[in-house]
């Protein structure tokens, strides 16, 4: 919760004011990810406020912004496509409410999950996402970013056309100007930021462009064009409404929720983890899930699509000042506010502008530095980078991580499948077996041909003081091991067992014996 008390005068001076710099560039990354996802602008603007108020309070790090995001708005994409397949004989007014009331239910089940993820404190997995995953992840959605823009420049006569030839070239023509402003758009944010960042921007090129466009009376796409803003007020309890839906739909929407869940939920828990890092105190991962959970519930059920929190906006709000709880509480607060107030100066903004800022979210969100790191890395490395990309631009963020996840640990497994011995003659003439590496089920096989028992002496000593058993699947090798020379009549000894270890031992453990030196480590082992 917000702590007035704990501020001091300097602290709700910052907070106040980075949040209100945070507020003004919320607006059109908002309304940008709205057009993704196709629906209104205004549905992307309640999930801005929404589910900012509610993270503000209730989240695991103080001062970071959540909101509508390109991340969970690519996922909205293929539900819309989903939905226009399911229902062919909708106009295209009907379909787009249709839509609208698929994402809102989908949001609502999307942060139900989220909330019993947190609840069952599963917020830590995020560590189990390796570094070229999270490379391949961001990678993936710069692209999908990018490539998501190229519509607003579709020729109305794109029915008509044949190859890409014709059609980019009618493209061309016929939105000469919005290239030019899109151009424009990025030099501006580009640039102008090395000389002053006591403004946005983002908000320079739209305030700037939006000008130059209603002073020159140029005709090129607005805002308003695409969605009505004219009635824009405060959010209001919106329930879906659920006899449109079949099970048909049904089958669509639990999974897309479920992707939603995970999306929105790794993208906030890596902006928690950088922002950790900036700000050197951790934050909590379980508390965040629950937060961006009842965010979503809250969004959906009030007419917003589901988000997540923001990196970019997150650094923003930092290096701004923006430390407390306060910070995030009045972007919120001030970008409704702005919405409510200025909705007839949001729909003559010019779409191009939009499109030229998202071009730079693309280009910002892109990782160079992982190209330049490729020739560096571990082939099994660069092969999940490459993996991770591919997939999130082709099919989903989620199963993209997932994807890297499971590639990661089977590429680990078998680096480690490899088990090592050196084998001496003692005084007593019995040979011992120095085993070397981590038992476990992927090593198995290379630890139960380390041994010789048809040649071995009849006394024999295993020796696992430089090997740590890992899992079941090592006991059991243990317990194979040595039936093979007991009904070869063979004495074993098996020395620097950890306890845990012998207690689980079926066959082995009667020969087992007990040092001072043994380690202590537990086995993964289910009865």
Known sequence: MIKLQNYSTQNIKNDVLSGAVVAVALIPEAIAFSFIAGVSPVVGLYAAF?????????GGKPGMISGATGAVAIVFVSLGLGIAELHPELGKEALSMLILHYILLTSIIAGI?????????????????PQPAMFGFVNGLAIV????????????NMDELSGWGEILSASFSENTLMYILVVVTMVIMHFLPKYTKAVPSGLVAIVGLTLLIFIT???????????????????????????????????????TAILVGLVGLIESLLTLSVLDEMSGKRGSGNRECVAQGIG???????????????????IINYTSGGLGRLSS??????????????????????????????????????????????????RADAFVLFTVTIVTVFEDLA?????????SALVFAWEHAKIFSKTTIDDEGKKVYCID??????????????????????????????????????????????????????????KHLSEDCRKVLKTAGPFCTFNEDDPTYKVAYNA
């Open 50 to 58: 929404i589910i900012g108020l509610i993270t503000s309070i209730l």
């Open 113 to 129: 999950f989220q909330i019993i993820v947190g609840l069952l404190k599963m917020g830590k997995f995020i560590r189990l996402v």
């Open 145 to 156: 970013i990018a490539v998501a823009q190229f519509k607003f420049f579709t020729p109305s």
């Open 217 to 255: 009376g140029a005709e090129t796409k607005l805002v308003g064009d695409l969605a009505d803003l004219s009635n824009t007020s405060f959010p209001s309890f919106v329930m879906p409404n659920t006899s449109l839906f079949s099970f048909e739909a049904m089958y669509l929407i639990i999974p």
């Open 296 to 314: 979503n519930v809250c969004s959906g059920s009030f007419g917003g699509m589901a988000g997540c929190a923001m990196i970019g906006q997150s």
């Open 329 to 378: 509480f009045t972007a919120a607060v001030l970008l409704i506010l702005l919405v409510v107030s200025f909705s007839g100066v949001i729909a003559v903004i010019p779409v191009a502008v939009l499109v030229g800022i998202m071009f730079m979210v693309s280009i910002g969100t892109f990782e160079f530095s992982s190209l330049r790191r490729i020739k560096h890395m571990p």
């Open 399 to 407: 199963i993209a991580v997932v994807a890297g996840i499971i590639i």
């Open 437 to 494: 590496g981590p038992l476990f089920f992927a090593s198995v096989t290379s630890f139960g041909e380390q041994f010789d028992v048809e040649n071995d002496p009849n006394e024999v000593v295993i020796d696992f003081a430089g090997a740590r058993v890992m899992d079941s699947s090592g006991a059991e090798a243990i317990d194979a091991i040595t039936d093979k020379y007991s009904k070869a009549g063979k004495k074993l000894t098996i």
